[in-house]
């Protein structure tokens, strides 16, 4: 499975910004999809994931209520609206599809797709 993150950029507090994967290959090996997030210095942590099959969304705390997962099964395509964007939002994001395990834990997904910068300006 390869993945194509786009979307990413500057943007001021309180602004929307929404990122996109497109996958390709063997899609039918995929479970989940997820997004995850590293800031300069902290460790890679979870933001939100869809299973690919019901469409059921699960999101980090810190993100809920802000951003929305979601998915185009035709296009192979997820989408991360984020809005009500905050600077402590600023990381790179990485799109990733797990074929199956734990859907917060970057361990369990095995496919990524490169990085796309978010920065969120105060």
């Known amino acids: 499975v390869q993945l194509q993150a786009s979307g990413g950029g500057l943007v001021q507090a309180g602004g929307s910004l929404r990122l996109s994967c497109a996958a390709s290959?063997?899609?039918?090996?995929?479970?989940?999809m997820g997004w995850f997030r590293q800031a300069p210095g902290k460790e890679r942590e979870f933001v939100a994931a869809?299973?690919?099959?019901?469409?059921?969304?699960y999101y980090a705390d810190s993100v809920k209520g802000r951003f929305t997962f979601s998915r185009e099964k035709a296009k192979n395509t997820v989408y991360l609206q984020m809005n009500s964007l905050k600077p402590e939002d600023t990381a790179i994001y990485y799109c990733?599809?797990?074929?199956?395990?734990?859907?917060?834990?970057?361990?369990?997904?095995?496919?990524w797709g490169q990085g796309t910068l978010v920065t969120v300006s105060s």
């Open positions: 990733a599809a797990s074929r199956g395990g734990d859907t917060y834990a970057y361990k369990d997904y095995h496919y």
């Open positions: 869809i299973s690919w099959g019901p469409g059921r969304t």
């Open positions: 290959g063997s899609i039918f090996n995929v479970y989940a």
